[in-house]
């Protein structure tokens, strides 16, 4: 599971955000919130209604050279974090996007 989320990490700041990342740079880490603590910018109500309750953030960090700091998070189920439902990144605090989509071409 991670070897997939640290390839869909890589392939979205590359494709979407211009910016090269090496696989061993990327530590992952967990952590369960119920939806009252998801803020409405990450995930919009009406899909967060669909989604179980509490989830699963798959989340990893990355510094750029100019020292912003990149967050990138897969939401998944949290029984079986194996079944994401969507993914949202953050530059420093700030949405960049999200809904993104879980495929990128992993090639």
Known sequence: MIDKATMLFVSYMERKQNLVIEYNENIWEAVTLYHEEIYPELIPAETLKALPD???????????DQDQE???CIVADNDTSSKWYTAVCSLDG??????????????
């Open 70 to 72: 990149w967050i990138f």
């Open 94 to 107: 700030k949405l960049v996007e999200s809904g993104i989509p879980l495929e990128l071409d992993l090639k």
């Open 54 to 64: 509490p989830l699963l953030f798959i989340t990893t960090s990355y510094e750029d």
